[in-house]
């Protein structure tokens, strides 16, 4: 089993930055890759961005110039960095582990999921 927890969100004011991370534990050694993504109210998940053990990262549509994800794996956590935030990224935001990579930026791509953390920006 894989336990995943995200931690960081807030509330910020546009224009402001943002750090999300992600703390995975249990049997993490069969894991190859992790990604985040973000559903706000009344629309669905979308996928931000994945990244596997060696590094290789992958980017959802529109997502790349603001967003950068990075890990850190001797910690086992994820990280999710967001710039020039905009209260269109007001959303709850997931990490999720154990992914397929043809299906990095889809839900059904993942085994394991967080609770989610809030993102709230004002204008």
């Known amino acids: 089993q894989v336990h995943v927890v995200e931690s960081g969100g807030g509330s910020v004011q546009a224009g402001g930055s943002l750090r999300l991370s992600c703390g995975v534990s249990?049997?993490?050694?069969?894991?190859?890759?992790m990604g985040w993504f973000r559903q706000a109210p009344g629309k669905a998940r979308e996928g931000i961005a994945a990244?596997?053990?060696?590094?290789?990262?992958s980017y959802g549509d529109f997502m790349k110039d603001r967003f950068t994800i990075s890990q850190d794996n001797a910690n086992n956590t994820l990280y999710l960095q967001i710039n020039s935030l905009k209260p269109e990224d007001t959303a709850v935001y997931y990490c999720?582990?154990?992914?397929?990579?043809?299906?990095?930026?889809?839900?059904?791509?993942?085994?394991?999921w967080g609770q989610g953390t809030q993102v709230t920006v004002s204008s």
């Open positions: 999720a582990a154990d992914c397929r990579w043809s299906f990095r930026h889809a839900s059904v791509g993942y085994k394991y």
């Open positions: 249990g049997h993490t050694d069969s894991i190859h890759c």
């Open positions: 990244i596997t053990t060696d590094g290789s990262t």
